[in-house]
Antibody
Framework: EVQLVESGGGLVQPGGSLRLSCAAS????????MNWVRQAPGKGLEWVSY????????YYADSVKGRFTVSRDNAKNSLYLQMNSLRAEDTAVYYC????????????WGQGTLVTVSS | QSALTQPASVSGSPGQSITISCTGT?????????VSWYQQHPGKAPKLMIY???NRPSGVSFRFSGSKSGNTASLTISGLQAEDEADYYC??????????FGGGTKVTVL
């Protein structure tokens, strides 16, 4: 069974940093591209970042470019999101998603981890 | 990165068909057949319903179908059921910005 389990969320002050992790199981992690998607409270989904299977291709949304860094460790079946210079508008549930390999579809999602940026 | 445009809400009675539009530009929806649709119930993670404009993943009801014309993609739900009440989001690959979501549509079953 495919499982994606995010961790690392919490309360952080504006300007602070946080590192999210996503532990993958039930599939060959190194063969799949991955994404981070977020959802602010009561708002819609926002794509954040994409990383290819071997980390050769990385994309970021303009809203996080220069502040967030996505990475992965295929040996540990893990995906990461390093978030720096956090702002109130980064407050959201962050989902880790698997790219199903069919036109950038996201076929599996984690349960999400909440990041709250507030003083 | 401008979000794709979806209607804020769509409603229908049980058994009816409804269609949700997702309008982009010639740089995203119009340029690629890389549109997917997601259903999200309150407090839950989204679920993939349609990929590559028209394809249904295994396990998704045949009542859900996708299409595209020009810069607008659409999701149609036929034979509307109470369990279809949820938020629906489209997403497309975009030439300049990788991936962009629509703002979401709340479907209400009357």
């Amino acid at each position: 069974e495919v499982q994606l389990v995010e961790s690392g969320g919490g309360l952080v002050q504006p300007g602070g940093s946080l590192r999210l992790s996503c532990a993958a199981s039930g599939f060959t992690f190194s063969s799949y591209h991955m994404n981070w998607v977020r959802q602010a409270p009561g708002k819609g989904l926002e794509w954040v970042s994409y990383i290819s299977d071997r980390s050769r291709t990385i994309y970021y949304a303009d809203s996080v470019k220069g502040r967030f860094t996505v990475s992965r460790d295929n040996a540990k079946n893990s995906l990461y999101l390093q978030m720096n210079s956090l702002r109130a508008e980064d407050t959201a549930v962050y989902y880790c998603t698997r790219d199903g390999g069919r036109g950038y579809d996201m076929d599996y999602w984690g349960q999400g981890t909440l990041v709250t940026v507030s003083s | 990165q401008s979000a794709l445009t979806q209607p804020a809400s769509v409603s229908g009675s049980p058994g009816q068909s409804i269609t949700i539009s997702c309008t982009g530009t010639s740089s995203d929806v119009g340029a690629y057949n890389y549109v997917s649709w997601y259903q999200q119930h309150p407090g839950k993670a989204p679920k993939l319903m349609i990929y590559e404009v028209t394809n249904r993943p295994s396990g998704v009801s045949f009542r859900f179908s996708g299409s595209k014309s020009g810069n607008t993609a659409s999701l149609t739900i036929s034979g509307l059921q109470a369990e279809d009440e949820a938020d629906y989001y489209c997403i497309s690959y975009a030439r300049s910005s990788a991936l962009v979501f629509g703002g979401g549509t709340k479907v209400t079953v009357l």
